[in-house]
T-cell receptor, first 112, second 115 residues
Framework: KNQVEQSPQSLIILEGKNCTLQCNYTVSPFSNLRWYKQDTGRGPVSLTIMTFSENTKSNGRYTATLDADTKQSSLHITASQLSDSASYICVPSSGGYNKLIFGAGTRLAVHP | KAGVTQTPRYLIKTRGQQVTLSCSPISGHRSVSWYQQTPGQGLQFLFEYFSETQRNKGNFPGRFSGRQFSNSRSEMNVSTLELGDSALYLC??????????????FGNGTRLTVT
């Protein structure tokens, strides 16, 4: 069964600190893995998309890594800002939009 | 470019009623997909439309239906509303149904409350 687990469920960090969010998945066949940021009351915003041949991809202060062999991905946030407070959702996929498996998300709170 | 626009932002309906939600995709995007987001189940795929045709459908009952117009705008309809249909309904657009490695652009959703 296709599944995705994200950890931790929630995280509090101080502004300026770094953090890493984890995603383990069991999706087969594997097509790509996406990370989304969702602010409260808003729609998700795409951060990165990686195919199985990509190990790392950056988007500003966000860096995603992918290990397709161990079926693990991580999202590293550098020098956190208050605006990083949001839910971060890991979404592995085996193809079309009906094959997207949405994780429950990690809720990040950045405190001053 | 304008983003994905969903209307209305909030809706309150009574059990048994029906509701129609609207989504205007980013200009040039021909694929529109719909998702339900609840605290317990997270985001779940409802259906995808491309060139006015439903291409994919998720595991939702037939009370959930949709359509897409020639200008790529899409509507979603839920009939005979149940309390469990209370959720944030999100629509997303993308360039095309075959571009599965391209990002989905989400609207800010319609918050539906069924009482």
């Amino acid at each position: 069964k296709n599944q995705v687990e994200q950890s931790p469920q929630s995280l509090i960090i101080l502004e300026g600190k770094n953090c890493t969010l984890q995603c383990n998945y069991t999706v087969s066949p594997f097509s790509n893995l996406r990370w989304y940021k969702q602010d409260t009351g808003r729609g998700p915003v795409s951060l990165t998309i990686m195919t199985f041949s990509e190990n790392t991809k950056s988007n500003g202060r966000y860096t995603a890594t992918l290990d397709a062999d161990t079926k693990q991905s991580s999202l590293h946030i550098t020098a956190s800002q208050l605006s990083d407070s949001a839910s971060y959702i890991c979404v592995p996929s085996s193809g079309g939009y009906n094959k997207l498996i949405f994780g429950a998300g990690t809720r990040l709170a950045v405190h001053p | 470019k304008a983003g994905v626009t969903q209307t209305p932002r909030y809706l309150i309906k009574t059990r048994g009623q029906q509701v129609t939600l609207s989504c205007s995709p980013i200009s040039g995007h021909r694929s529109v997909s719909w998702y339900q987001q609840t605290p317990g189940q997270g985001l779940q795929f409802l259906f995808e439309y491309f060139s006015e045709t439903q291409r994919n459908k998720g595991n939702f009952p037939g009370r959930f239906s949709g359509r897409q117009f020639s200008n790529s705008r899409s509507e979603m309809n839920v009939s005979t509303l149940e309390l469990g249909d209370s959720a944030l309904y999100l629509c997303a657009s993308s360039l095309g149904t075959g571009t599965y490695n391209s990002p989905l652009h989400f609207g800010n959703g319609t918050r539906l409350t069924v009482t």
